[in-house]
């Protein structure tokens, strides 16, 4: 059965999706021009495969659905080559928080408590938030696809894997490193 809501109508895209889809974008990628781009290519692509649209879902879950595919790409273009250098590099220097022989936090570097927050304060999640988008720029490409995958698009460990062409393994060691950097990030700023 098709509704008017699962029905294509190109021209009301801009109007109806573009800043649905540009807020999508940038929450994942935090590059405002690749953001615009990747809306764009999104639209684009949408046009040329219209035919292939089945009325399954809205409009808006489809366009979302190439937006999502295209984001991946992106991840994967930046976590290849001279990003899986630098996740090494970071692996290593974060090596130093640890004790060699048990493993425990080092005590300069054992995580301290983070400031407590007044979740009603919108000011404060704001600020928060613009903390944790500096925090997340400075992972590894990679590190960042995998976290923002994970923990932003709630995808499966499988899907990463396959999508970032990382093992289970290294899926874990990258999940732990981005959130012990990004904690220690947060509590050097945010206090």
């Not at 992972?139 to 709630?154: G, R």
């Amino acid at each position: 059965m098709t509704t008017e809501s699962n029905v294509l109508n190109p021209h009301k895209w801009v109007a109806n999706y573009a800043d649905y889809l540009y807020m999508y974008a940038i929450v994942r990628i935090n590059d405002e021009d690749t953001a615009k781009d990747l809306v764009q290519e999104t639209l684009l692509a949408a046009l040329e495969r219209a035919d292939r649209f089945e009325g399954k879902s809205t409009e808006r879950t489809w366009l979302t659905a190439i937006l999502k595919n295209k984001i991946i790409d992106v991840y994967r273009k930046k976590s290849s080559g001279l990003a899986i250098a630098s996740a090494n590099k970071a692996a290593q220097e974060q090596d130093a928080f640890f004790e060699e022989d048990n493993g425990h936090w080092k005590a300069e570097y054992a995580p301290q408590p983070i400031a407590a927050m007044d979740e009603h304060d919108p000011l404060l999640k704001k600020e928060l938030n613009a903390i944790l988008q500096l925090c997340l720029k400075k992972l590894p490409e990679l590190w960042k696809s995998v976290f923002t995958m994970k923990h932003i698009d709630d995808a499966a460990t499988e899907t990463i894997c396959t999508e970032l062409h990382v093992t289970q393994a290294n899926f874990w060691v990258i999940i732990h490193r981005a959130k012990i950097n990004l904690r220690a990030c947060l509590q050097k700023n945010w206090n």
